[in-house]
């Protein structure tokens, strides 16, 4: 076998084979293991994710979370959101209180609306466990998931600096790739 160039035709021509190779094999036959294969080649390749893979990859991911999992998740989104929407107040010069009331209004135009004690309950949960672990707080993720500069728009979007996220209409606040439906 020739050596040929990193960026030569005939080597992103294979590679394009491959993962067509594989893509047919995973819709063929469902196999989570195809996938770790086309990842695995994908990255060793040193060429961006095909989009069919990444999607198939986070779909199957999704699925095999249990439904604990998922509520868990979901309180801890909760948790964070209340919050989000009080630090960013606090941050604009408003008190606990102050922040705590206008959270109220906040959040039920996010479609998360929440009485003020659950709220500061929320706050202080998030923050307390934030000062405790930091970086290895179950809520820390969330935190940098959910940007502090976030806007629900008219047409039931999230907008933040990162990117808009769909909501799913008459629910909480949903990442996106949280509202992959199941197999």
């Known amino acids: 076998m020739t050596a040929t160039p990193p960026d030569s035709p005939a080597e992103t021509d294979e590679f394009l084979r491959k993962q067509a190779e594989f893509e047919a094999a995973y819709r063929t036959t469902g196999d989570p293991q195809v996938l770790c294969h ?24 999704v699925a095999q979370r249990t439904g604990a999992a998922t509520r868990g998740y979901y309180d801890r989104l909760r948790h964070v959101q209340g919050y989000t929407v009080v630090l960013n107040l606090r941050s604009n010069g408003h008190t606990k209180d102050d922040a705590l009331d206008a959270a109220v209004g906040i959040l039920a135009a996010q479609r998360a609306a929440a009485e003020r004690e659950t709220i500061e309950r929320s706050y202080d949960l998030v923050r307390q466990d934030l000062d405790r672990q930091g970086q290895a707080s179950a809520f820390y993720y969330l935190v940098t998931l959910v940007p502090g500069d976030t806007e629900l728009r008219a047409d039931s979007t999230l907008w933040t600096a990162d990117s808009t996220i769909p909501i799913n209409a008459g629910s909480a606040f949903v990442p996106w790739f949280m509202s992959i439906p199941k197999r």
């Open 38 to 61: 086309a990842l695995v080649r994908a990255y060793s390749s040193g060429r961006p994710f095909p989009r069919w893979l990444v999607w198939h990859t986070l779909e199957t991911l």
